[in-house]
């Protein structure tokens, strides 16, 4: 029997998983409250999407479509949320306590910023964990500190290291939960490689004169530099989420011309060349949010291949509603063939950094475990993607989450 035999036929779930994100996306971006006319199969599916893509607690605060299942789901999706925000903002508080003890000066990033601004009120936009960024003097003290919190090293990244509470295990299920442990990441640079050049935003973010503590964003302006840049590194490698562009929607409405010139560093020569695919694709979905001058200014920024791309692209298309997996993800972001070589180089013979951390992955997510096909040979997979589709495991774990039960049930 093969891993998704118990599924419907994949052709109706790739189908379905696009009709689904697709009527989301407009939903959230342009309110109607018009109830679509779905199958059973089609709601769970919007379920699952609505879980994957990070909305469900904030579409129950929308105009409602009238599915009474569907409705539970969401509420029920809140509340957990909500409860979780709570433990979240009393960690956050410890933690910026004890920095302070030990003269250790931190910035909160994304999430908490956002809610810190009161963007989104608890219970309404989801967290998987805590993002911080230190110097990278301080790393080693910022994470005894959080070791005297319970908290122990997971695993390393290029970008970022993970703790975990000791002692805690995640929770099954779909969506989020008010029992999942809250992880931490810490981070000494805001970088993301897309996909083989790096591009740093460190001093933009950073505060220019730090006290222990946690700190702010410095402005508006560096907070949207770096969720562009973070929406640029998850279409890259298609795992953009349908709240990363509710949150540039949203901290969009409230800037002006000036905050938006804060992309170029305040260097006229630097150029933010990877904010143009995140914002054509808020533009898409949230029509009035982007001003149209920006997108053509940046157009003369980003090269032919990817303005192309991302001008026809969906939310589908750049995310894990996207069914099957793509070889060569990401391929387009490379502006120069140097880096197409060495891109594709990297997709056949990953490097060991590159191996080392998808062994931590397996180790660590729950939707990695028990997957036989993330453990064969880097040369095998290229040749299963090159010559037939194959599901992403992180879409298929939740699509099991979503038909495994009722809708019901999950509140």
Not at 72 to 92: D, M, P
Not at 152 to 181: A, I, Q
Not at 307 to 316: A, F, G, I, M, N
Request: charged share 20%.
């Amino acid at each position: 029997m093969s891993e998704h035999d118990t599924l419907p036929p994949l052709a109706t779930l790739k189908a379905g998983l696009q009709r689904t994100t697709e009527a989301l996306a407009n939903e959230l971006g342009n309110p109607t409250g018009t109830t679509p006319g779905w199958t059973d199969l089609e709601w769970r599916l919007a379920a699952a999407v609505a879980a994957a893509h990070g909305v469900a607690p904030l579409l129950s605060v929308y105009p409602r479509w009238q599915n009474p299942s569907w409705s539970r789901f969401l509420e029920s999706q809140y509340e957990h949320v909500a409860q979780r925000h709570q433990r979240t903002h009393a960690l956050l508080a410890r933690i910026d306590a004890d920095a302070r003890a030990a003269g250790i000066a931190l910035v909160a990033l994304k999430g908490s910023a956002l809610h810190a601004l009161g963007i989104y009120t608890p219970g309404e936009r989801p967290m998987a964990d805590i993002d911080l960024l230190v110097r990278d003097a301080d790393m080693e003290r910022a994470g005894a500190l959080l070791e005297k919190l319970g908290y122990g090293t997971s695993f390393n990244m290029w970008k970022h290291r993970v703790y975990k509470p000791c002692g805690e295990s995640p929770t099954f299920g779909l969506g989020e939960h008010r029992d999942t442990p809250i992880n931490i990441e810490l981070h000494t640079r805001i970088q993301e490689r897309l996909p083989v050049a790096t591009v740093d935003i460190t001093d933009r973010i950073y505060p220019r004169a730090p006290v222990p503590g946690i700190h702010a964003y410095p402005s508006t302006g560096a907070l949207m530099s770096h969720l562009l840049l973070h929406a640029a590194g998850n279409l890259c490698s298609r795992s953009i989420r349908l709240i990363h562009l509710n949150d540039i929607s949203l901290l969009a409405s409230r800037m002006v011309r000036s905050d938006w010139h804060e992309l170029w560093g305040g260097d006229a020569d630097v150029s933010p060349w990877w904010a143009l695919p995140p914002l054509q694709l808020v533009s898409r979905y949230y029509p009035d949010a982007v001003p149209s001058a920006l997108l053509y200014e940046l157009a003369f920024d980003c090269h032919a291949l990817l303005r192309t791309v991302s001008r026809h692209r969906t939310l589908t298309q750049w995310s894990c509603s996207e069914l099957w997996l793509h070889a060569w993800s990401g391929f387009e972001w490379a502006r120069t063939t140097r880096e197409r070589v060495h891109y594709i180089f990297n997709r056949v013979r990953p490097s060991r950094e590159a191996q080392q951390e998808r062994d931590d992955m397996i180790r660590t997510q729950l939707w990695l475990q028990g997957a036989p096909w993330v453990r064969t040979g880097q040369m095998r997979r290229v040749l299963t993607w090159l010559t037939h589709p194959v599901p992403r495991m992180d879409t298929l774990y939740v699509l099991r989450a979503a038909l495994g039960s009722s809708l019901a049930a999950w509140s």
